[in-house]
């Protein structure tokens, strides 16, 4: 089971036992940036499967370089401008290091 798969399925087990309808997914750090933005596509439509409103990654490099590649340099620059505003709060790490 590769970084993505491991983070998703241990963040679904805790919100299918706690929980998870109606609830906004955040995922980042570490894990999160070194997945793909397909990948963090993938991921994100997982989220209806355990009832989430939506889920969501912070801007990276990833991202950056998706928008770049599909011609989209002009939202790059807006990004860039407020990268450090696009990201969650490290504050909610669990014990295994998986973030949501």
């Not at 570490?30 to 209806?48: L, P, R, V, W």
């Not at 989430?52 to 950056?64: C, H, L, N």
């Not at 370089?65 to 989209?72: F, G, Q, S």
């Not at 407020?82 to 909610?92: C, E, P, Q």
């Amino acid at each position: 089971m590769d970084q993505r798969e491991r983070c998703n399925s241990e963040s679904c087990g805790i919100l299918t036992v706690k929980g998870g309808t109606g609830a906004i997914v955040e995922y980042f750090g570490e894990g999160a940036e070194s997945i793909s933005c397909t990948g963090k596509g993938t991921i994100c439509n997982m989220g209806a499967e355990i009832g989430a409103t939506t889920s969501v990654f912070g801007y990276d490099d990833s991202m950056r370089r998706y928008l770049n590649a599909t011609d989209r340099a002009d939202i790059v620059a807006l990004a860039d401008t407020v990268a450090a505003h696009l990201n969650g709060d490290a504050r909610s790490l669990c014990k295994s290091g998986c973030l949501f």
